[in-house]
């Protein structure tokens, strides 16, 4: 069985301070992976996914991530963190042949500035 | 503009009372699906719909409700066996096809038991 683990609950950081949000998962095959950003409040949004080829893949709002499959992660990075990032975001993996994702149980983003 | 509306976005229910939260799309998705969201829990799975006339459970089924009349409608009602429905709901759905892997979610809808 496939599984995504966010080891970090909280993360904290000061305005325009790099940031990176750990995502690990277990699964057999190469994965899809995705991460999704959750504003107070709001629904999720697609910030970026990885299906195969360049490890490293760009998203929406200055986000990045890049899949290592010898350390089973697929870290989302930024390099300068904004006040409205403050968020709770979400790692989800895909398996082969199925429409539905596990998600991880989300890191929580805080702000300072 | 394509997306998802639930609503309503805040929904208070009274002990013993059936409640149904709307979700419309139209992005032409054959999937839906309905999540419960606590804090600290993440996101659990309710129910889903690949197509039209069919739906299945999720881990969480139980007090729960849905059907799939039409492509773009997936309402779920929070039945009064349901015993704890305070929660958010998120509705989203999915395109066909790996490539269309990822959803498109709702804004939401915040229910509360009074």
């Known amino acids: 069985a496939q599984s995504v683990t966010q080891p970090d609950i909280h993360i904290t950081v000061s305005e325009g301070a790099s940031l990176e949000l750990r995502c690990n998962y277990s699964y057999g095959a190469t994965p899809y992976l995705f991460w999704y950003v959750q504003s107070p409040g709001q629904g999720l949004q697609l910030l970026l996914k990885y299906f195969s080829g360049d490890t490293l893949v760009q998203g929406i709002k200055g986000f990045e991530a890049e899949f290592k499959r010898s350390q089973s992660s697929f870290n989302l990075r930024k390099p300068s963190v904004h006040w409205s990032d403050a968020a709770e975001y979400f790692c989800a993996l895909y398996s082969g042949g199925s429409y539905i994702p596990t998600f991880g149980r989300g890191t929580s983003l805080i702000v300072h500035p | 503009d394509g997306g998802i509306t639930q609503s309503p976005k805040y929904l208070f229910r009274k002990e013993g009372q059936n409640v149904t939260l709307s979700c419309e799309q139209n992005l032409n998705h054959d999937a839906m699906y309905w999540y419960r969201q606590d804090p600290g829990q993440g996101l659990r799975l309710i129910y889903y719909?690949?197509?039209?006339?069919?739906?299945q459970k999720g881990d969480i089924a139980e007090g729960y409700s849905v059907s799939r009349e039409k492509k773009e409608s997936f309402p779920l009602t929070v039945t009064s066996a349901q015993k704890n429905p305070t929660a958010f709901y998120l509705c989203?759905?999915?395109?066909?096809?790996?490539?269309?892997?990822?959803?498109?979610f709702g804004s939401g809808t915040r229910l509360t038991v009074v």
């Open positions: 989203a759905s999915s395109g066909a096809g790996a490539l269309n892997y990822g959803y498109t």
């Open positions: 719909s690949q197509i039209v006339n069919d739906f």
